[in-house]
């Protein structure tokens, strides 16, 4: 028999919201942190037992709440974050029908509140969703809210809290997200143990890079460009690490939207395009971005934490976001992270101890010539970047050095330590590194990561504009394969083109290959193929290749640059480095990875007991 519609209790109404907007100890924090925002305070401080389960406490300066704004303030859709009862027009951390009533129903709730004209607070309890009588009681200005109890009218959500230490990791999460975009409040979190968190307030222009400095860490702010653009009266400030400076998951990203942190797939998606072209699908870059529009072109309110939103213009938003943080990261240049020196570092340890005796004289198994000649392509106005490597790489006569190699050659005044940020190459080891003094340190860099970025630069360079140029087969290449694989090919033979790459149909089963771009050399034909023929099945076959130009390009690159193993002169060395200073992204290759690692001269003395 079918049951009577009914309407269901107020108390029941308010434990279903709560389930919604508490869905742990965090969760309630949260809310209370954003009021405490709201109401103008410049101190906030949490206090938790037992992980938020027993008490979770959050206690204001703001600017209070009289006996009236009490009662209201635990009764479901009253608020006063409405103004003009628009919804699209909210300018605080508020509103989604105000989360105490619900906090209340699920928990024993005390609120003490003390305006600043007034003489007295006023408390109010709540126990279970019901309501006693406000009444006077001592207190100084401001809101404390004590929580008590949490989910003991509906116990069976118990279970599904972790222990008090994961709790208080989650709370601790919410609490810097809110304190990273607010410096000029200060916060601190305590459990039954220790503080948590002490964060004062920062004042000053850059309050907002030192209170990021004391959440992250000063590693952060060591590896992160400054960004800062406008379009359409939508703003974006921050920082963003450059792409060596990545994680393997997201959780450094620290998004915001008109100063609420938010986790955004849009968002997240426009970091990920805009940071494909330097890092692994695995790795996550680290960021901290403030994005300010008015509050029309966004709704805050789609989800009952408040932490997604709903753009109106989408397609502005992923648009202007990308180009703005890749115009940020084409400023890094040739930085590498920081991090990546320390890596090496904490990997170096002390050898097995050597035998007394001296060892006899070991030759430098690398190839070079004996006076370094410095590559100048500023000299050359046609003279385009990559010309100099590969005029270096294949004219340049190689010359065994003498033994006295290690010893340190002249520098002349045009050739000091400052011109080269690098360094100045002095030796290659297992011809695959080349090992650099710099003016404080030494620099070592993988010669085919490194190179591989340089062409891969070149190469979008030349696709996005006139096209990648060709140098023709003296004697073409036949390449055989399935037939499917021929006529995959054959239905980009013009997109092909437009990089440089010539081929014709030979037969059903071949190609013949009669020119491959200038730029790599004299590359593995038939691996190149196989490689783009990759790209065009994970593209899919309908899908223009010039949408999916960094993949082409990076395919390319990889078969254009130097190898490991391939032994180079003081000069191609040189030249190498000269070009990294002077091209973007040239401190990660084309898959995230560092092309070098500086070693301070300081570090290098710890190793060795000196400092």
């Known amino acids: 028999m079918a049951r009577a519609i009914r309407l269901l209790p107020q108390t029941l109404i308010n434990q ?10 965090a969760s309630v924090v949260k809310e ?15 206090t938790l037992r037992d992980g938020g389960r027993s008490l979770i406490l959050v206690e204001d300066n703001g600017g209070g709440m009289s006996a009236e704004d009490l009662l209201l ?11 003009d009862e628009d919804l699209f027009n909210i300018r605080t951390l508020g509103f989604r029908g105000e989360a105490l009533p619900s906090i209340g129903s699920v928990s024993r709730l005390t609120l003490i509140s003390r305006q600043e004209r007034e003489e007295t607070a006023w408390k109010l309890l709540v126990e279970g969703g019901v309501k006693h009588e406000p009444e006077p009681t001592p207190g100084t200005r401001g809101t404390r809210v004590e929580v008590r109890d949490l989910f003991y009218a509906t116990p069976a959500r118990l279970k599904f809290l972790k222990t008090a230490t994961t709790e208080n990791s989650h709370v601790l999460e919410i609490l810097q997200r809110l304190a990273m975009v607010h410096p000029e409040i200060a916060f601190s979190l305590k459990d039954d143990k220790r503080d948590l968190l002490l964060l004062p307030s920062v004042e000053g222009e850059e309050n907002l890079c030192q209170r990021i400095t004391d959440i992250i860490g000063r590693e952060f702010s060591e590896n992160v460009i400054p960004v800062e653009a406008e379009r359409e009266r939508v703003k974006l400030a921050g920082y963003a690490g450059i792409p060596t400076f990545s994680r393997g998951n997201a959780q450094h990203q620290y998004l915001f939207v008109n100063q ?27 960021v901290a971005l403030f994005l300010t529009l008015p509050p029309e072109e966004v709704d805050m309110n789609v989800h009952p934490a408040k932490t997604e939103v709903r753009f109106r213009d989408v397609q502005l938003i992923r648009t202007f976001m990308i180009s703005a943080l890749k115009h940020a990261l084409s400023q890094a240049g040739h930085r590498t992270s920081t991090t990546v020196a320390q890596s090496a570092l904490s990997m170096l340890k002390p050898s097995i101890p050597l035998p007394s005796h001296s060892f006899p004289f070991m030759k430098p198994a690398f190839h070079s010539s004996s006076s370094p000649r410095y590559v100048s392509i500023s000299s050359r106005s046609s003279y385009t970047p990559m010309m100099a490597i590969n005029d270096s790489l294949e004219s340049i006569p190689r010359q065994e050095i003498p033994d006295t190699a290690f010893s340190r050659t002249s520098t002349s005044q045009e050739e000091t330590f400052s011109s080269f940020p690098l ?45 990648v140029k060709s140098q023709g087969l003296l004697i073409p290449e036949i390449i055989t394969l399935p037939e499917n694989d021929v006529v995959l090919l054959l239905d980009h033979q013009k997109e092909f083109l437009s ?16 020119a ?64 990294m200073e002077g091209t973007p992204y040239s401190g990660q290759c084309n898959h995230g990875r560092p092309t070098y690692v500086e070693l301070k001269k300081t570090d290098i003395e710890r190793l060795f007991g000196r400092r």
């Open 499 to 514: 990089f440089g790459l010539e081929l014709e149909a030979f037969s059903s089963t071949a190609v013949l290959v009669r």
């Open 32 to 46: 209370l942190v954003e009021n405490a925002i709201d109401a103008g305070a410049r101190k906030i401080d949490v």
């Open 260 to 286: 609420r942190p938010v986790k955004d797939k849009i968002l997240s998606a426009a970091l990920r395009v805009a940071y494909q072209d330097f890092l692994a699908r695995d790795r996550y870059p680290q």
């Open 16 to 25: 279903i919201a709560a389930g919604e907007v508490v869905e742990r100890p």
């Open 423 to 467: 360094g100045k190459a002095q030796a290659q080891v297992h011809d695959t590194y080349i090992i650099a003094e710099a003016e404080n340190g030494i620099v070592i860099v993988d010669q085919h990561a490194a190179h591989e970025r340089l062409v891969y630069e070149n190469l979008k360079k030349e696709a996005m504009g006139a096209g």
């Open 73 to 83: 303030a635990v009764e479901r859709h009253a608020t006063s974050k409405i103004p």
């Open 516 to 579: 491959t771009p200038a730029l790599l050399g004299n590359p593995d034909i038939r691996s190149l193929i196989l490689d783009l023929l990759d790209e065009i099945r994970e593209s899919g076959e309908n899908i223009n290749l010039k949408g999916r130009l960094e993949e082409i390009c990076s395919s390319m690159a990889c078969h254009g640059s130097i190898r490991a193993g391939r032994k180079l002169t003081l000069e191609e060395m040189n030249a190498l480095l000269r070009q």
